[in-house]
């Protein structure tokens, strides 16, 4: 069964830092675009990065660039979020998404070209 987990999501004050994962299972992520997006209350989801198979290059909302930042270890099957300066608005519940594609590209934020999807997790920025 091919599958994405999330995990690493919880409370956080603002200006704290978090660290999500995204763990596959069922098949390699070798071959896949990974991404994050990220789903508030009431709003669309949204894509905050994305990283291309060779971890190069990377791609950013511009409400989380300098602050998040995506990584991924093949060999572990999983990619990562590093969150820090958390802010309030940053308070959503955060997928990973897989596209069988070598590269990000401008239209990496588009939530349709994405083949897998995790159940999300919740991270919650508040004093």
């Known amino acids: 069964q091919l599958q994405l987990v999330e995990s690493g999501g919880g409370l956080v004050q603002p200006g704290g830092s978090l660290r999500l994962s995204c763990a596959a299972s069922g098949f390699s992520l070798d071959y896949y675009v990974i991404a994050w997006f990220r789903q508030a209350p009431g709003k669309d989801r949204e894509g905050v990065s994305c990283?291309?198979?060779?971890?190069?290059?990377?791609n950013y909302a511009d409400s989380v660039r300098g602050r998040f930042t995506i990584s991924r270890d093949n060999a572990k099957n999983t990619v990562f979020l590093q969150m820090n300066s958390l802010k309030p608005e940053d308070t959503a519940v955060y997928y990973c998404?897989?596209?069988?594609?070598?590269?990000?590209?401008?239209?990496?934020?588009?939530?349709?070209?994405?083949?897998?999807w995790g159940q999300g997790t919740q991270v919650t920025v508040s004093s």
């Open positions: 990283i291309s198979t060779s971890g190069i290059p990377t």
């Open positions: 998404a897989a596209d069988r594609l070598p590269r990000c590209g401008n239209s990496w934020y588009a939530r349709g070209r994405y083949d897998y």
